[in-house]
């Protein structure tokens, strides 16, 4: 991928980076020297391992894991059972993982989908009883099986060197002596806080005397500590079918909810097929549905067919591409991304170029599409997350993704174990007949994705964006960047992104776009775009952050040297050795 030279850094304080957000159509601030924008700083470059993360802390530690003789894969597990520690607003032991991995033995890319299941005993009817018609987003219902655990132990089973033990041990240190809480987690924690304080555990394991905790401040988090120590000792089973899973069935029978130890004793994540599109002559890859990483792939298909390289970053005919194909690529999000054990997807269809013609064609230069309907195809077969990349010497690289969904996850925090259940069971339809509806033992649409960039059967950049929707529509923004706009890779983290919001939705929230839906843009488009795309017939806001958080790691596939980036929105850091 073409790189160009970075530019200086920008402060990274969380005021500042909201009055960004909020500051639409501001100019960019440029280098002195170059005149460049964008970049907050230089890439990270190293000869033998990389580690790029949300927290500086757990990036240390999974380069530590790497120096000991750990794999990217030990760094990576090290690493983020530190974020759940440290950064408990986005990811924990309650929620699921998604993993692409590059195995440098055998050539080739490997997906885990390590999502967990609704409740066997929580049936639609029971939902019904209640009157609703959504799922809620805290509480007893919404929890699914979590299943980072599994996750763990089967990609350490398959590409480890250390013991668990060993990769844990870091996070059981700092969760007994304490860690400083960084700035950004410390705004998100006291938000969550007041929605969160009235379940039962929450208050008395994730708060200081029923406050969050300040930035600087001390946090332990003792019961995590000992959760961690039974999962060293134990192994899986020992949080799927010992007392910590005991302890899950116990609080949810005495809380009015349906998560069992059978639940849990019967759940096991799957290892899955990455499926790829080329773009320009990079192949791009994304795990199938449940989760939403095709929508990505659908997005590049489409804007494959305009001519970027006559198109400026930022022009009003970027923005209006970019927009348009994302509600066509959400058009079919919504209809056919779900639990493929329940609703098969026609993948292959979906992400074809042939397909993405038909799409592309509905695009019109001078207007924009008020309302999209999913594509049919020729016969049927039919929030707040953290995401962490690593790489080692042996030439392995780890996409990772962790999430307990909205926020802190559902509130739900059973005693002594120190970790919120997830809540991404709201991710349902409470409707029948619909791919994504509930049903018990099912998983939820996935909104986390791992992405990973390929050329010529070569690694060359594991990547992602957390953020809800806004997931695929970052992963097409950085791939963009970096092919068609020639950026960096911290350049093109650092770019001012787009976010397209209130298209139709696989979870009942949005029945169907009728109206276009809203244009969201960050600080650094010309104000010449912003009215470009208003004249057009856009709906165009500004919003306070809803544009994900970066990592990613470039190998130059000649010298083997690692490029690090980190997003400058989010306390993280690349580092190397």
Known sequence: MPVR??????????????????????????????????????????PHAMAATSHPLATQIALDTMKAGGSAMDAAIAANAA????????????????????????????????????????????????????????????????????????????????????????????????????ETIAYYWDRSVPRLSRWPGFVEQFTIDGRAPRTGEIWRNPNLADTLEAIARGGRDAFYKGDIARTIDAYFKANDGFLSYEDMASHTGNWVEPVSTNYRGYDVWELPPSGQGIAALQMLNILEGFDFSSIPFGSTEHLHLFVEAKKLAFADRARWYADPDFAPAPVEWLISKEYAAERRALISTDGVLREVQPGTPPQLDEGDTIYLTTADADGMMVSLIQSNYRGMGSGMAPPGLGFILQDRGEMFVLKEGHPNSYAPGKRPFHTIIPGFVTKDGRPLVSFGVMGGAMQPQGHVQIVMNLVDFGMGLQEAGDAPRIHHDLS????????????????????????????????????????????????????????????????SRKDGQAAGY
Request: proline residues 7%; glycine residues 14%.
């Open 504 to 567: 139709t939705e696989p979870t009942g929230q949005n029945t169907m776009m009728t109206d276009g839906g809203v244009v969201q843009l960050e600080t650094g488009f010309p104000y010449e775009s912003i009215r470009g795309l208003m004249q057009l017939g856009h709906r165009v806001e500004y919003a306070i952050g809803p544009y994900g958080g970066y990592q990613a790691i470039r190998r130059d596939p000649e010298t083997g040297v690692y490029f690090g980036a980190s997003e």
């Open 5 to 46: 030279t970075p530019t200086r850094r920008r402060g990274a304080v969380l005021a500042a980076a909201l009055l960004s957000f909020a500051l639409v159509g501001a100019a960019a601030a440029a280098d002195r020297i170059t005149g460049r924008t964008f970049a907050t700083r230089s890439d990270v470059i190293a």
């Open 83 to 182: 974020l759940g520690l440290m950064e408990p607003t986005g990811n924990g032991i309650g929620g699921d993982l998604f993993a692409i991995v590059w195995d440098p033995r055998t050539q080739r890319l490997y997906g885990y989908d390590g999502s967990g299941r609704s409740p066997r005993s929580l049936t639609m009817a029971h939902f019904q009883e209640l009157g609703l018609t959504e799922i809620p987003a805290h509480g007893p219902l919404p929890v699914s099986v979590p299943g980072t655990v599994d996750a763990w132990f089967a990609l350490h089973e398959r590409f480890g060197k250390r013991r668990m033990r060993d990769n844990l041990a870091p996070t059981i240190r700092y969760a007994r002596e304490g860690h400083p809480v960084a």
